[in-house]
Nanobody, 118 residues
Framework: QVQLVESGGDLVQPGGSLRLSCASS????????MGWYRQAPGKRRELVAE???????NYADAVKDRFTISRDNANNMVYLEMNSLKPEDTAVYYC????????????WGQGTHVTVSS
């Protein structure tokens, strides 16, 4: 059974920082591209950041220079470090894993809530 479990979501003030974690099991983690997506109320889910097995990263324009994605292959973990948080970052954040050349191998976590408000 494949399982992705996010944690770290919280209520934080504008300008604050937060680190999200995603623990994976049931996949050969080091092979997969890992990503973070988010969905704000009433909006479509969007890519926030992703990192490939070769450590190539890609970020949404809205979070460049503020967020950093990283992976720990030894522990099957992926992280999202979020700095200088803004109210518009408020969303449910989802962890994603997809195989680089097997499109049916695409998995999602249940999400963790991030609220940026004073």
């Amino acid at each position: 059974q494949v399982q992705l479990v996010e944690s770290g979501g919280d209520l934080v003030q504008p300008g604050g920082s937060l680190r999200l974690s995603c623990a994976s099991s049931g996949i050969i983690f080091k092979v997969y591209t890992m990503g973070w997506y988010r969905q704000a109320p009433g909006k479509r889910r969007e890519l926030v950041a992703e990192v490939t097995r070769s450590e190539t990263t890609n970020y949404a324009d809205a979070v460049k220079d503020r967020f950093t994605i990283s992976r720990d292959n030894a522990n099957n973990m992926v992280y999202l470090e979020m700095n200088s948080l803004k109210p518009e970052d408020t969303a449910v954040y989802y962890c994603n894993a997809h195989h680089p050349f097997l499109p049916t191998r695409d998995y999602w976590g249940q999400g963790t809530h991030v609220t940026v408000s004073s």
